[in-house]
């Protein structure tokens, strides 16, 4: 699977910044699916209970969300990544704040936000167009990566990105490293246990680099 992202289209292009879960224009069919509405109001879900993994990556990404209102208010996502700008099927974008503050360094009283992107794409065109365009387009300046190449520097802020091919998706964790002192893990691994897998690649940074594909 991992070959069949070696693809490279030499654009570089800037990040977009936005709040909403966007799907684009479609001819509405008979309505027989049988998944998680977004516009529902769901119960929040104790950060004890599991997440079904035989639900949908969609469905699994909203899931993760109410799961993690117990301990987070969601907040403007006003951050954005650089696959926001190419065509999609679908857009799911959160930016949750934690409800008590982390200190960093000797600055008392701060509040850890990340943001999260999901994207999904109705073929393996669009998908190819977006991954490769953030490949030539990655991180706060905009620093071209290449495919399984591990970099020891990048300016970029924290941040996990797991890609599938196969299913047409990416999801991207995003912080400030002012924020590093949370214990994000517990949403790394949770989020590694629902996407992760054996057709699924990961790419991961650190304040400043290292970055590293897993």
Known sequence: MKNKLKLIIPFLL?????????????????????SISLTEEPAILPDTVAIDPKLSPQEKIIAFKEKQLRLYSE???????????????TLIKFALKKNTPVKYGTTENVYP???????????????????????????NDCTPIRFEEDMKAIKTTPSYTWINQ?????LHLCYQCEHKENDWNKWIDELDLLFGGKNTVRIETACGGPLKWK
């Not at 403007?76 to 696959?83: F, Y």
Request: charged fraction near 20%; aromatic fraction near 14%; include cysteine.
């Open 166 to 170: 196969d299913q047409l998706w990416m």
């Open 14 to 34: 800037s990040v977009a910044c936005s709040t909403y879960v966007e799907k684009d224009p479609a001819p509405e069919p008979e309505n027989t699916d049988t």
């Open 75 to 89: 907040v403007e996502a006003t951050k954005g990544i650089n696959p926001e700008r190419f065509e999609k099927d």
């Open 113 to 139: 936000v990340a943001t999260v992107f999901y994207l999904h794409y109705s073929d393996s065109t669009t998908f190819n167009n977006a991954f490769n365009n953030w490949m030539n387009c990655f991180g």
